[in-house]
């Protein structure tokens, strides 16, 4: 059977290969002329192109730093670090080398050689860990710290040749015509082709583009087949072709940077989200999902000190009349469904602002900020009769038989007065409605308050 996420990866994989054939056929029949260009843009293109290169190099260190078990991340932050650091060399060579336009646009040539053998191969050394992520890892390091020696030697020979300090005759175009010779010119550009036809199966195949990373990596591997069918195409390094070629690089960075960026912003609100949900869980009953006790002792202490002789505040405890009855008689299932029941009704019937919290088995408490105790008796009056008109047909079952239950009220205008002290007199006001025959609301007497607070 085919779950949705298969599906969803299989819509991903077909977009993709339209989107890859579409391009393919764009690029290839799209008639460009065989004039020949000077380099003055590839200043423009290099610094912009070797610039994302880096960050999204970058990027992706971050990525492995917070989750070090992905070794694919290294090589493939190495690949893009690298191509940036050969892009500023070509620069370099760019502005400093004082030498014939045939001379330059060879060593050009040659870098860009370099640049793409580098890439190419730390590619196909990211999807071979990525593929043996969950296998035995004792060789894996051998492999990360062998990439990095790797990309080491190219960027030393890099170096040393834009300065000049070595020398490298090889000829990678016709200094006359500025034609691609061989190897780019012949069976080597095929093989390349070949190559990157490959790391885009290997991706599709492996990662069945779950992610975003990944869809960005797919959009790597095939700008770098299109580039490569560009060049086979257009023969000449000062062609439109050329510039084309680099105009899909550039536009692929972009592509990039922007999946990567989404990544992160996804992955920031998907964090969020669960961080919201965890504090949600730790400060809410589960079966109710009523405030919990910690909670409402929080806020209440927040709260008094907001208080006024302008701002009074009140607060409400609650119990279920003969509530151990309901639990004998019906079940303790049917006992959950009377308390989830009449937490509904208390959430319906105070105002927005209030808290109601489950601190008990069956009681439950109301803070009300800015609430005299006339407003406050009011409520719980509300509530008290809301509870007893309930009946079984009218709750769908939740009120096996008529509920009751006993409230006791306590207000509050002074600001220094202990959370403990309030919560103890709303409990005595409680007792005391059991005492007189439940099923009504008392506030706690101001005498026995002062008497209290004097003792």
Known sequence: MITSLQKKHKKNITLFLLFSVGTFIFLWLTPLNNDHYALSL?????????????????????????????KYLLPLASAFHSSGIFLFIALYVYYSDSVPRSVFFNKIAILYTLRVILTTGLFIVAIYLYKREKSQQKYHNV??????LWCILHLAVAVSYSINAMSMPLQLINLDTFEWLYPWH??????????????VFFILSLTQLKNQFWLSMALVALSNLLIFTIIFKYPYMNSAGWYLA?????????????????????????????????????????????????????????????????????????????????????????????????????????????????????????????????????????????????????????FPRTITVSLGIISSVDCKMAAEQLADWADRALYMAKNQGRNRAVVFPKELMSQSTEQ
């Not at 492999?143 to 990095?148: A, E, G, L, P």
Request: aromatic share 10%; glycine share 6%; with cysteine.
């Open 143 to 148: 492999i990360v710290y062998s990439v990095f």
């Open 42 to 70: 590839y200043p423009i293109i290099a610094t912009f192109t070797g610039a994302l290169h880096i960050q999204i190099g970058s990027f992706m260190i971050m990525n492995y730093l917070s989750y070090r078990k992905n």
């Open 246 to 398: 680099r105009g899909v690089e550039c536009l692929s960075s972009m592509a990039v940077m922007t999946v990567l960026m989404s990544d992160i912003f996804h992955r920031f609100k998907a964090s969020r989200q669960a961080y919201e949900l965890s504090y949600e869980n730790s400060v809410r009953d589960p079966m109710t999902r009523l405030f919990n006790r910690g909670y409402f002792y929080n806020s209440l202490s927040r709260e008094i000190k907001n208080v006024t002789t302008q701002k009074p505040l009140s607060i409400i405890f609650c119990d279920i009349d003969h509530f151990k009855s309901v639990n004998d008689t019906w079940g303790h299932l049917q006992g959950d469904r009377v308390i989830i029941k009449l937490a509904e009704l208390m959430v319906s019937l105070v105002r927005e602002h209030d808290i109601v919290a489950r601190i008990g088995g069956e009681e439950f408490a109301i803070l009300l900020p800015d609430c005299h105790t006339e407003r406050a008796q009011n409520i719980a009056e509300r509530i008290r009769k809301q509870v007893e008109q309930a009946t079984p047909a009218t709750t769908d079952g939740d």
């Open 186 to 199: 012949g069976l080597f550009i095929i093989l390349f082709i070949s190559i990157w036809v490959g790391i």
